[in-house]
């Protein structure tokens, strides 16, 4: 009896696919579902058991069977699974939605492609690769391994995706456009130029909005006080006021996530400097961030201080009850399993930073809202930014009881992700 093993089951998408395949051209006599989530187990998606965790794999008949990797979620654990079932020596065999116009195309043997996707001619889908229903790969476009295109999104022609890239749903990239190793394109945008390796980008047109570690931003050749004059020129004009101290939080002027946004893309334009919007959260004061930008300084601490802090990390009033939210020790373990939730990474700890485990703003905002289903407090991605710590982000929670949300523009920012939604699968 040969057996297809599922590995992953929070996708009944891929689990149609699969039985669509095998009812084109009967190729397993059994088809079964693995997921480490003990609760799932017993249970089925669409009349497919899921029987066991990704550790069942041992018993597999490594001659005969096979499995397929349905982890979509992110790149990076699409990554760790892969080479989970590679440890137990089962093949890793692809699934292409019957009907599909793949003629011309070179296709790894591990692929997944949904119903509706076009895939061009001469185009390459390397080892790991998914294209999501609806989504369109141009021809000879070039996907390196593990590369996930969500529904809808658009690859025009003789665009290279480098190893490990997530391109949100309905986004589009312009033709012959290269987009760098581990790179994310936000759900919604529209990239017209190239992307550094491990950037976050999102918007119409897409605007780089964070830059990882294997990524490099681009520095001004100008000096300090010039970075300052067009930050501080930049901030004056969004909060439609006439000064700004340049070592005064820009929070205690009313700057929200919404005109870090603008001021990013002023700035842009004036000097041609690629700002990360977590940066200017992070860097509070407008002095700060300038010698941030030209490195003629050592970046400051990312610790919250007293120059650093928003208004709304003032001590809580004794006033406030503290029963509904945890002890502090117990707020930091909740947020630590929190990212290691969303961030899909277990050796988090309570000084891991968020963004440099491979968060984005989307995963941001699911930690935030996994958070306050915990605490009852309004958290916003921002906060995380301004917080990226497990140690940081708990006293900050417990700091801000009663006090109103020290995002200012919660709803608009909200509001704004919601509407470029980073498509989860």
């Known amino acids: 009896m040969k057996t297809l093993y599922l590995c992953g089951a929070g996708n009944s998408e891929g689990v149609r696919l699969a039985l669509r395949v095998n009812?084109?051209?009967?190729?397993w006599d059994r088809i079964v579902l693995l997921d480490d989530d003990p609760e799932k187990h017993g249970s089925d998606l669409l009349g497919v058991p899921i029987v066991g965790p990704f550790d069942a794999l041992a018993d597999a008949d490594p001659d005969r069977d096979e499995a397929v990797n349905l982890v979509a979620r992110t790149t990076a654990g699409r990554r760790r699974a892969r080479a989970r079932i590679e440890s137990f020596g089962v093949r890793l065999t692809g699934l292409v939605s019957p009907g599909c116009d793949v003629l011309g195309a070179d296709l790894a043997s591990d692929v997944l492609v949904y119903p509706q996707a076009l895939i061009g001619p001469e185009a390459r889908l390397g080892p790991g690769s998914v294209v999501f229903m609806g989504a369109v790969i141009g021809h000879e476009a070039h996907l390196e391994r593990g590369c996930v295109v969500a529904a809808n999104a658009v690859l025009n022609a003789r665009v290279r995706?480098?190893?490990?890239?997530?391109?949100?749903?309905?986004?589009?990239?312009?033709?012959?456009?290269?987009?760098?190793?581990?790179?994310?394109?936000?759900?919604?945008?529209?990239?017209?130029?190239?992307?550094?390796?491990?950037?976050?980008?999102?918007g119409v047109p897409a605007q780089i909005l964070l830059v990882g570690s294997t990524g490099a931003r681009?520095?001004?050749?100008?000096?300090?006080?010039?970075?300052?004059?067009?930050?501080?020129?930049?901030?004056?004009?969004v909060l439609e006021i006439e000064t700004l101290p340049p070592d005064v939080p820009v929070f205690e002027w009313g700057a929200t996530s919404l005109g870090a946004l603008q001021v990013a893309g002023r700035v842009r334009t004036e000097l041609g400097i690629d700002l990360s919007v977590v940066d200017l959260f992070r860097f509070a004061t407008v002095q700060e961030l300038a010698r941030h930008v030209a490195d003629a300084s050592p970046a400051p601490p990312r610790a919250s201080g007293p120059a650093g802090a928003s208004p709304a990390t003032a001590p809580v009033p004794p006033s406030v009850p503290t029963g509904s939210i945890p002890a502090?020790?117990?707020?930091?373990?909740?947020?630590?399993?929190?990212?290691?939730?969303?961030?899909?990474?277990?050796?988090?700890?309570?000084?891991?930073?968020?963004?440099?485990?491979?968060?984005?703003?989307?995963?941001?905002?699911?930690?935030?809202?996994?958070?306050?289903?915990?605490?009852?407090?309004?958290?916003?991605?921002?906060?995380?930014?301004?917080?990226?710590?497990?140690?940081?982000?708990?006293?900050?929670l417990r700091a801000s009881i009663g006090q109103p949300p020290s995002c200012p523009a919660q709803g608009v920012m909200n509001r704004l992700i919601h509407r470029h939604e980073w498509h989860s699968n």
């Not at 009812?23 to 190729?27: A, D, N, V």
């Not at 997530?166 to 033709?175: D, H």
């Not at 681009?218 to 004009?237: G, I, N, Q, S, Y």
């Not at 968060?359 to 009852?376: H, K, N, S, Y």
């Open 23 to 27: 009812q084109r051209e009967p190729r």
């Open 161 to 202: 995706l480098g190893e490990g890239v997530y391109v949100g749903s309905n986004a589009t990239i312009l033709p012959e456009t290269t987009i760098g190793a581990e790179a994310t394109v936000g759900a919604g945008s529209s990239v017209i130029a190239d992307v550094p390796p491990a950037a976050t980008v999102i």
């Open 218 to 237: 681009p520095r001004p050749t100008c000096d300090v006080d010039t970075v300052v004059r067009a930050l501080t020129d930049a901030w004056c004009a």
């Open 328 to 396: 502090e020790a117990d707020l930091v373990t909740e947020v630590i399993r929190v990212f290691q939730d969303v961030l899909d990474r277990a050796d988090l700890g309570p000084d891991s930073h968020f963004f440099d485990g491979g968060g984005t703003p989307a995963a941001a905002q699911e930690a935030c809202q996994a958070l306050q289903e915990v605490t009852g407090e309004p958290l916003c991605f921002m906060q995380v930014a301004r917080h990226p710590t497990p140690k940081e982000l708990a006293r900050h």
